[in-house]
């Protein structure tokens, strides 16, 4: 069997810890889960973690058993609403996607005995990504020099052309008025 790994930032691990530690003994089938993401965990602060591991709150396409793909939000507990949208890690589906990177895979045993095999597709969206592209921005708009200066060229302070008459000063004086 290859050697398990999964990246966690602190938080997700900290969540996984606690799971654990209320835990309902060795019937609960998250246990195994549990215990197999924290003995593989590698864990890394939030700034620090790549962008297509699958954390918290992101929004992952997986496959189970090869099946057509499907989209979901990886959540820290069921939500209420909108159904199908959100796949809580209180589920071994939601779990099993809990710091994998793209293309991993998770094998682990449904309630029925049968093996599954969940597969991460592609992290669409990562809030610890956004977060950093979004202080990278900002960052650099308050840091933006301006791109273009005008400079003024030598046409600018050349004395303004007058026509003149063919005998000399066009100034009609003033009978003109």
Avoid: W
């Amino acid at each position: 069997m290859s050697k398990e790994t999964c990246i966690l930032t602190t938080k997700d691990f900290t969540i996984l810890e606690v799971m654990r530690d209320r835990c309902l003994g060795r019937d609960d089938p998250l246990a195994p889960i549990l215990k197999r993401k924290i003995e593989s965990a590698t864990v890394m602060f939030r700034d620090d973690i790549p962008v297509n591991v699958a954390t918290l709150s992101s929004r992952v396409i997986f496959s189970v058993n090869g099946r057509d793909p499907d989209t979901r939000v990886i959540s820290s507990d069921r939500m209420t609403s909108p159904i199908g949208m959100f796949l809580p890690i209180t589920t071994a589906r939601g779990l099993a996607l809990l710091g994998l990177s793209d293309g991993q895979e998770f094998v682990t045993t449904n309630v029925d005995g049968e093996e599954e095999r969940i597969l991460l597709r592609e992290v669409l969206y990562q809030p610890e990504a956004a977060r950093r592209e979004e202080e990278a921005m900002r960052q650099v708009a308050t840091q933006r020099k301006p791109m273009l200066k005008v400079i003024r060229g030598a046409f600018y302070d050349q004395p303004r052309l007058v026509p003149v008459a063919p005998h000399g000063f066009d100034d009609p004086g003033p009978s003109a008025a």
